[in-house]
């Protein structure tokens, strides 16, 4: 990968037509952004924005589902699932920053059942990485890449913007 | 291992028993309260269960009756997909003559997960925190005179639901208070988590002065008790004391120590009021005042399911 490639304005703006071109379909007439906490959410607030869409986008926390809990107990920093219109019926978009093993995907897609049943769900994340633990993919990337299994990418506020960073794990 | 010094807590000071809360910093807390807050809204999903517990078994153990505790309790446990079994212990294996830790091991050998105490003896949830497996956890669900954690808890987060910052506060706690466990845990928690002003309100004989040690203010006149206070909590006012000549009558004592509107007209215009329950209409409190547009009652009991979720599932996720 290039630093370019990495770029979040750049990803940014191939994400925004890839959703716009999606919510134009009819199938996605009413559909609702979802971003999932932290990153997702900081992404799916832009993207209403961008689009000129009313309202504050949906927020959704995987920490009720997650598989990891036995090993890593309950996190209270997470900001719990805020969902402003009824998911029952609805298209839902669910936003994410990177999408890797899927687990996360995975604990979001159960948590949201807990508040209806959708319509139809898609995935839509800035940056598709190579790891997938699960059989989950992304219908809308910014990006698809491969890092190896020792690097962790996400998605920083750092005050003025965003940027999408490396760092070991 | 148990850490000798901090018995619910594990070496990297995170909380694996709930037995008390004297001793837990306020960082765990707030951390308690914060957790909560999500399951709050739990209630209101067309699913109102999460999987955090799931394939765990909670253990009632009410050697003492409770069964407005124990069903909060096993409300929570359900919510968080446990499974709950409630053993009358108090009619079985005691009554037969078995020890409280042979009891325990029993049980153990069922594989419980997680076990609610309520004992009438002091510190009896401490003795089956030292001697179970060390997987299993510990909620103390009220021990003697001694301690109620998760009511404390409860009456915290409320009190943080409506007043926001703790460290601005007057709270008045009115009553029995040296035979209540309620008392002296929220007396702990008001002082953890920075309430500068903590008054013990009641008479001679069940408000005694070596309370000051604990940080609170102690009256015995009820009026300068309550005055220009945000936070009225009302005691239970027990039968039994009546008889023990520790009171004259309840009427004398409603007349004295009874939350009536007149009085509470004395606390801040918004000051909220709130009890443990069982409420005793006209004994500590009247009905106007219980019903009335101060009282958070209520909301306590619904908050109660929310806290003792939170104190299982972040027990559940810490390791001995």
């Given at each position: 990968m290039t630093a370019l490639a990495l770029d979040y304005e750049t990803l940014y703006a191939e994400l925004l037509a890839q959703v716009r071109a999606l919510l134009m379909r009819p199938?996605?007439?009413?559909?609702?952004?979802?971003?999932?906490?932290?990153?997702?959410?900081?992404?799916?607030?832009q993207l209403q924005r961008d689009l000129g869409r009313d309202g504050a986008p949906g927020v959704?926390?995987?920490?009720?589902?997650r598989d990891d809990f036995g090993q890593r107990g309950l996190s209270s920093t997470a900001d719990p699932t805020k969902l402003p219109q009824s998911i029952d019926g609805a298209p839902v978009l669910l936003v994410d920053d990177v999408l890797w093993t899927g687990r996360t995907t995975r604990a979001v897609l159960n948590e949201l059942f807990d508040y209806g049943r959708p319509a139809r769900v898609a995935?839509?994340?800035?940056?598709?990485?190579?790891?997938?633990?699960?059989?989950?993919?992304?219908?809308?990337?910014?990006?698809?890449?491969s890092l190896p299994?020792?690097?962790?990418?996400?998605?920083?506020?750092?005050?003025?913007?965003f940027k999408l960073e490396v760092e070991a794990c | 291992m148990l850490s000798r010094r901090h018995p619910q807590l594990n070496k990297n000071g995170e909380l694996i028993h709930l037995l008390s809360i004297e001793g837990l910093p306020q960082s765990v807390l707030t951390h308690i309260l914060d957790t909560a807050s999500t399951f709050v809204s739990v209630s209101d999903r067309d699913v109102k269960k999460v999987p955090l517990l799931r394939g765990k078994s909670v253990f009632n153990l009410f050697f003492e009756n409770s069964t407005r505790t124990r069903t909060t309790f096993e409300i929570a446990a359900k919510r968080l997909s446990a499974d709950v079994l409630n053993l009358d212990i108090a009619r079985s294996s005691t009554a037969k003559g078995e020890t409280l830790l042979d009891t325990v091991a029993n049980l153990s050998a069922m594989h419980a997960d997680m076990f609610v105490v309520r004992h009438s003896e002091s510190g009896a949830p401490y003795l089956?925190?030292?001697?179970?497996?060390?997987?299993?956890?510990?909620?103390?669900?009220?021990?003697?005179?001694?301690?109620?954690?998760?009511?404390?808890?409860?009456?915290?987060?409320?009190?943080?639901h409506y007043k926001r910052d703790f460290t601005q506060l007057s709270v008045a706690i009115v009553g029995d208070i040296v035979h209540s466990r309620v008392a002296r845990s929220d007396i702990h928690a008001l002082a953890t988590?920075?309430?500068?002003?903590?008054?013990?309100?009641?008479?001679?004989?069940?408000?005694p002065g070596d309370l000051r040690e604990m940080g609170c203010r102690v009256c015995h006149d009820m009026d300068e008790g309550i005055a220009d206070c945000d936070v009225v909590i009302m005691l239970r006012l027990q039968n039994e004391r009546m008889n023990g000549a520790l009171l004259p009558s309840s009427g004398e004592y409603?007349?004295?120590?009874?939350?009536?509107?007149?009085?509470?007209?004395?606390?801040?215009?918004?000051?909220?009021?709130?009890?443990?329950?069982?409420?005793?209409?006209?004994?500590?409190?009247?009905?106007?005042v219980a019903d009335g547009p101060h009282s958070v009652i209520l909301p306590q009991v619904s908050f109660g399911i929310a806290v003792r979720m939170a104190v299982m599932a972040i027990l559940a996720g810490n390791e001995a």
């Open positions: 199938e996605w007439v009413g559909a609702q952004l979802v971003g999932i906490w932290s990153g997702g959410a900081w992404l799916a607030q959704i926390s995987s920490r009720l589902h995935l839509a994340v800035l940056v598709d990485r190579n790891g997938r633990e699960l059989p989950i993919e992304a219908q809308l990337a910014a990006a698809r890449i299994a020792t690097q962790r990418l996400h998605l920083r506020a750092d005050g003025v913007g | 089956i925190a030292q001697h179970c497996a060390p997987h299993v956890h510990v909620v103390n669900a009220g021990d003697g005179r001694h301690s109620h954690p998760t009511q404390g808890l409860l009456d915290m987060y409320t009190i943080r988590l920075g309430v500068p002003d903590i008054r013990a309100v009641g008479p001679k004989t069940l408000v409603f007349q004295h120590y009874g939350l009536t509107e007149a009085r509470l007209a004395k606390a801040k215009a918004d000051c909220i009021v709130m009890h443990p329950g069982p409420i005793n209409r006209g004994v500590e409190i009247d009905s106007r």
